[in-house]
T-cell receptor, first 111, second 117 residues
Framework: GQQVMQIPQYQHVQEGEDFTTYCNSSTTLSNIQWYKQRPGGHPVFLIQLVKSGEVKKQKRLTFQFGEAKKNSSLHITATQTTDVGTYFCAGVSSNTGKLIFGQGTTLQVKP | GAGVSQTPSNKVTEKGKYVELRCDPISGHTALYWYRQSLGQGPEFLIYFQGTGAADDSGLPNDRFFAVRPEGSVSTLKIQRTERGDSAVYLC???????????????FGPGTRLTVL
């Protein structure tokens, strides 16, 4: 079945360093969504990308959707301690319309 | 209410028992979703309601799991003959557009942590 893989699983950075998480799908996606889950919290919707090659920015966060619509990335510039949490991508299969979450990348930021 | 609420926040039960988990969506949201999240994993889709009907229940793992939404608002996830493998956080989400999980922005509740001993 369809799989959505995220790497890395964990990332520890010093405050001020950049951070990137990558999301790869085994099948073409119609769109991709990104969520953030704080420790002990629930997933919070960040953004949705729909178009091939799309790039969206939210302050220090940059989201990209690959040209082939099979991969995506989230880049955080100059991390802050408030960025701590697990970042999930969730891809929607072009074939089935189902939303499949990746296993997440957990970010730790050392002050 | 201001957001999605779920009760109880924690549920501990014994193997073989029956449990009910409740979700109260954001007022006016027509779509409601149930997910299961195991430790270190992303949410796993279980079922999606549009109004009172289950539009997609393909994620329910087996016939021990059942969900209802009789009046198109509150939903209850029911698990019969619980097993230790059912232990997880059960998340509920709601959305307003009704386009389904592939297009709608979903607002998640705090979840119910189910522990089966």
């Amino acid at each position: 079945g369809q799989q959505v893989m995220q790497i890395p699983q964990y990332q520890h950075v010093q405050e001020g360093e950049d951070f990137t998480t990558y999301c790869n799908s085994s099948t073409t996606l119609s769109n991709i969504q990104w969520y953030k889950q704080r420790p002990g919290g629930h997933p919070v919707f960040l953004i949705q990308l729909v178009k091939s090659g799309e790039v969206k920015k939210q302050k220090r966060l940059t989201f990209q959707f690959g040209e082939a619509k099979k991969n995506s990335s989230l880049h955080i510039t100059a991390t802050q301690t408030t960025d701590v949490g697990t970042y999930f991508c969730a891809g929607v299969s072009s074939n089935t319309g189902k939303l499949i979450f990746g296993q997440g990348t957990t970010l730790q930021v050392k002050p | 209410g201001a957001g999605v609420s779920q009760t109880p926040s924690n549920k501990v039960t014994e193997k073989g028992k029956y449990v009910e988990l409740r979700c109260d969506p954001i007022s006016g949201h027509t779509a409601l979703y149930w997910y299961r999240q195991s430790l270190g994993q992303g949410p796993e889709f279980l079922i999606y309601f549009q109004g009172t009907g289950a539009a997609d229940d393909s994620g329910l793992p087996n016939d021990r799991f059942f969900a209802v939404r009789p009046e198109g608002s509150v939903s209850t996830l029911k698990i019969q003959r619980t097993e230790r493998g059912d232990s997880a956080v059960y998340l509920c989400a709601s959305s307003s557009l009704g386009g389904g999980p592939s297009t709608d922005t979903q607002y998640f509740g705090p979840g119910t942590r189910l522990t089966v001993l």
